[in-house]
C-alpha cells in the first residue's frame, strides 16, 4: 500500500487544506512588474537588443519565471505591448 495513508476503522480520514484560489496576488504582481520591465528594456535597447536575462534582472524574478508565462520573446513584447492599450473607445 504504498502511497496510502493508514486510516484506522471508525476513524475520519484527516482533512487536507484546500489551496485557496487567489485573486491577483502575488502572480499578478509578477505579471505586471516583468511586463513594465520589459517595455522598459524595450524602450532602452530595442527589441533587437532585448534580452529575457535583462528583463528577468530588471524585474528582480528569474528568466524561468518569464519563460513559464510566456514561450519567447516575441510572446513577451506582445503582451507587453497589448497591455498599454485601453479599452476600446467608441467611434
Given at each position: 500500500?504504498?502511497?496510502?495513508?493508514?486510516?484506522?476503522?471508525?476513524?475520519a480520514?484527516?482533512?487536507?487544506?484546500?489551496?485557496?484560489?487567489?485573486?491577483?496576488?502575488?502572480s499578478?504582481?509578477?505579471?505586471?512588474?516583468?511586463?513594465?520591465?520589459?517595455?522598459?528594456?524595450?524602450?532602452?535597447?530595442?527589441?533587437?537588443?532585448l534580452?529575457?536575462?535583462?528583463?528577468?534582472?530588471?524585474?528582480?524574478v528569474?528568466?524561468?519565471?518569464?519563460?513559464?508565462?510566456?514561450?519567447?520573446?516575441?510572446?513577451?513584447?506582445?503582451?507587453?505591448?497589448?497591455?498599454?492599450a485601453?479599452?476600446?473607445?467608441?467611434?
Amino acid at each position: 500500500m504504498s502511497g496510502s495513508v493508514h486510516v484506522p476503522t471508525g476513524q475520519a480520514a484527516p482533512r487536507v487544506p484546500r489551496r485557496a484560489v487567489r485573486v491577483g496576488g502575488r502572480s499578478a504582481r509578477v505579471v505586471a512588474t516583468v511586463l513594465r520591465s520589459t517595455l522598459e528594456v524595450l524602450g532602452r535597447r530595442g527589441y533587437a537588443g532585448l534580452r529575457i536575462e535583462d528583463v528577468a534582472e530588471e524585474s528582480g524574478v528569474n528568466k524561468t519565471t518569464i519563460y513559464r508565462r510566456w514561450a519567447t520573446r516575441t510572446d513577451l513584447v506582445i503582451a507587453a505591448l497589448v497591455g498599454l492599450a485601453g479599452p476600446p473607445v467608441a467611434t
